[in-house]
């Protein structure tokens, strides 16, 4: 068995989320998916600085040029191109007013890496247009669902023009990472499941706790995973569990690929135990271990958990290196952004 299925731009675009997402989607989060996304804001993705584009603020911008000034030239960001997207304003607008607020996502990636960006007690909340734009003009991580040399890297030959970029907007929810899990299938076997947030939590170390997972996983899998997916045999895929533990929702499916994070495995030892599942006879299977194996952080000094650096520290950048458009300067910035965190301490008070 090779350490990886062989990748196909076929078996790449499976993942993408307007690839699974209307099959699976009454156990899933909700979602919308707005595509396609013009040239401009591939455009506007990839400019220099971070900054939002002219009218996408709820909040009315502050000009800061004197009135002799508003008349003549101004300076824009991204060498005096001003970027505007008044058509998916109103578009993140209607699904923000639907849903409350939203996190977003490409393709396949999500700016997890940008969270610090928005209010540390509402992690990835959006509640306008700006915070999305933000949110990825400040990631790194949804850089690479931008071209698609990227996104099919590894595969040949690469036809760019099967590949559109989309957005989704997904219905934000504050929820306990503790309950994420990203589980590995080879061949149509459920091999392992991991933790998938790098923290020690006890609780996920209680033998009682730890079968209760197992069995919520693998009936969930069995009935409804396994038959829907219809693509490779192989892939991964998240679920976040319900608080009581009994049933699960799917966060993402991803390519049995080295771009997915294997967490507490590895995909050598992935292989070694889909190679033992397949060459051990029935008769002695039930003595072997049994599948899928369950792997949790089960110290504080575990290599794998966190220390006590914020995650993804390596992306966050000081303020006085934003750059935001609509004339608004660093200080207005400053402002706004401690209002948000004001009024979402406000809310989780009630």
């Not at 304003?89 to 209607?94: G, L, P, S, T, V």
């Not at 292989?271 to 003595?287: C, F, G, L, P, W």
């Not at 271990?289 to 950048?317: E, G, K, T």
């Amino acid at each position: 068995m090779e350490l990886f299925p062989s990748q196909s731009q076929s078996y790449i675009l499976a993942f993408q989320f307007s690839s699974w997402y209307p099959v699976f989607h009454s156990t899933s989060i909700k979602s919308t998916i707005i595509r396609p996304l013009s040239q401009e804001f591939l455009n506007y993705l990839n400019a220099n600085q971070v900054f939002v584009p002219k009218g996408s603020e709820d909040v009315p911008a502050k000009s800061t040029l004197s009135d002799d000034e508003e008349d003549g030239d101004s300076v824009d960001s991204d060498e005096d191109h001003v970027f505007e997207f008044p058509e998916l304003d109103e578009k993140i607008r209607a699904v923000v007013k639907e849903y409350g607020a939203v996190f977003p996502k490409l393709n396949f990636s999500s700016p997890q890496d940008a969270s610090w960006i928005l209010p540390a007690s509402s992690p990835l909340k959006c509640t306008s247009p700006a915070d999305v734009y933000l949110l990825l003009k400040s990631s790194d991580f949804i850089s690479h669902d931008l071209f698609p040399s990227m996104v099919f890297d590894g595969c040949e030959p690469i036809a760019s023009n099967s590949y559109n970029l989309e957005l989704v907007l997904r219905k934000w929810y504050s929820f306990d990472r503790s309950r994420e899990l990203r589980c590995f299938v080879r061949d149509n076997v459920l091999l392992g499941i991991s933790q998938r947030d790098t923290n020690y939590y006890e609780f996920l170390n209680d033998s009682e706790t730890h079968s209760k997972i197992m069995n919520t996983v693998v009936e969930f899998w069995r009935n409804k995973i396994q038959q829907q997916w219809k693509a490779e045999a192989s892939y991964v895929f998240d679920l976040l569990l319900t608080r009581d533990l009994s049933r699960a929702h799917i966060v993402d499916f991803n390519p049995y690929a080295p771009r997915t994070d294997p967490l507490l495995f590895s995909y050598e030892e992935l292989k070694d135990i889909a190679n033992m599942h397949r060459s051990t006879d029935v008769s002695t299977r039930s003595r072997t271990p049994s599948l899928p194996q369950f792997r949790v952080i089960d110290s504080p000094m575990h290599s794998a958990a966190s220390c006590q650096a914020p995650a993804n520290q390596h992306n966050m950048v000081p303020f006085e290196a934003l750059s935001l458009s609509n004339g608004r300067d660093i200080v207005d910035f400053k402002e706004i952004w401690e209002n948000s965190i004001k009024e979402s301490l406000q809310d989780q008070e009630y």
